[in-house]
């Protein structure tokens, strides 16, 4: 189905680079006025049951969706309660389709609604990641398994590095300073592995103190960067997943973190989740761990859906609901609780300038990711080859992402 188009209102514009992705073709509806006929709470239920059903696509497909559903064929939203949705998604962390749910939910019936849309939302694909989880535990070892695998692999290295470039080249633009943070990120990520959460908060940090400088740190000056500096430090223990905790807890706290980093793209998760599951606790491997990524780019729903797989993976149905509302937790929050602050504050220069240097850090860190990853990934020529002609593929022929992988796993078959 191809991807509605969106409108943006001269009063309301759309805010982050997700949101340049909106165009300008819709209804005439601007004038702020309540929608045209609500439903009672039961109808959105059932819509986005629906839409976390056959809502293929992406985020930005998603999105589009719900803007030709809600606001231009029923009336439910008016417009500029919609793009409010947006821009909030575009200035918190989190898969910008799950926030946009919850920003409707939230709008009807509070932080309860928010709850309740979420979860509508995030069920179809949690069932349908978590069956292909259990298939997968039991029969990963047979040969034509290995073989898909072997083809999808390639496949989704490149659609990794596709959204890196795409995510950078929408958030830095022509900003020297935001390509220096992505390719300092992506270096630092590819070299070691490391965890780089106190990478992104220092990246946001930075923009904030080169775009909007707080008054004190302008009377400062460069000795200012020093509260910022201990800050990123003092925020240092509290994202590190303690190895002494038992597995269910060390696994929320990986994907609480993972969560609270989704700058611009949930592919963004992937340095995070590697980190966390394969390097430090060892739980899945490389492999494994694409596979993953792989099962949350094929189905329906965000793509941070993949937490569902690996949590199965790793401690079976208990793993699999603790990873999948660990990883939404923050994202939950950061509607439900500053949401109509931050939609009165989105234009406030230190927060677009956080945003803006927490995005460029994550798309380096998805490009330093790609690289980590794909020394186990591509290892033949049969590999390199999938994963070039899936390059040409999404750069030439725009092909869907879900069609691609089905296309590597046939040519795993073909080829392993």
Do not use: C
């Not at 900003?175 to 990520?189: C, E, P, Q, Y």
């Amino acid at each position: 189905m191809r991807n509605p188009k969106l409108r943006r209102t001269a009063a309301q514009p759309a805010a982050g680079p997700a949101a340049a992705k909106i165009s300008t073709e819709a209804d005439n509806r601007t004038d702020g006025a309540g929608p045209a006929a609500v439903p009672g709470f039961s109808a959105y239920l059932r819509y986005f049951l629906g839409l976390g059903t056959w809502g293929f696509g992406g985020p930005i497909a998603s999105v589009g969706y719900m803007q030709r559903d809600l606001v231009e064929r029923r009336g439910w939203l008016t417009e500029a309660e919609f793009l409010d949705g947006v821009a909030l998604g575009q200035t918190m962390p989190g898969p910008l389709a799950a926030q946009v749910v919850m920003w409707v939910g939230f709008l009807r019936k509070g932080w309860a609604g928010a709850l309740a849309t979420a979860a509508a939302f995030i069920a179809p694909s949690f069932l349908l990641v978590l069956a292909v989880a259990v298939i997968y535990a039991r029969y990963s070892g047979l040969a034509v398994v290995q073989s898909l695998f072997y083809g999808i692999a390639p496949a989704v290295m490149a659609i990794i590095a596709i959204a890196a470039w795409k995510l950078a080249r929408l958030t830095n633009r022509r900003d020297t300073r935001l390509w220096i943070i992505s390719a300092v990120l992506a270096v630092v990520t590819a070299v070691s592995g490391a965890e780089i959460a106190v990478l992104f908060i220092a990246a946001g940090l930075l923009m904030i103190a080169l775009d909007a400088p707080p008054r004190w740190l302008r009377r400062s000056g460069p000795a200012g960067l020093l509260p910022a500096a201990a800050l990123a430090r003092a925020a240092a223990p509290w994202l590190v997943v303690t190895a002494s905790a038992v597995v269910l807890v060390s696994l929320g706290l990986v994907f609480l973190k993972a969560g609270a980093f989704i700058f611009g793209s949930g592919l963004a998760i992937v340095p995070f989740l590697r980190e966390g599951v394969v390097a430090q606790h060892h739980w899945l491997t490389s492999r494994q761990f694409i596979d993953a990524v792989a099962m949350g780019l094929i189905t329906p729903g965000p793509v941070v859906i993949t937490a569902t797989f690996i949590g199965y993976l790793v401690a079976g149905l208990p793993g699999a609901l603790v990873a999948t509302t660990a990883i939404f937790i923050p994202i939950y929050l950061g509607v439900a609780v500053p949401g109509r602050w931050f939609i009165r504050h989105r234009d406030h220069p230190q927060i677009k300038a956080f945003v803006k240097g927490a995005t460029a850090a994550a798309a380096g860190a998805i490009a330093g990711a790609v690289v980590v990853l794909s020394r186990q990934t591509i290892t033949d020529i049969p590999t390199a080859a999938i994963a070039a002609v899936s390059l040409g593929l999404l750069l030439w022929r725009k092909i869907p992402e879900p069609a691609l992988v089905a296309l590597g796993a046939i040519a795993g078959i073909l080829l392993h």
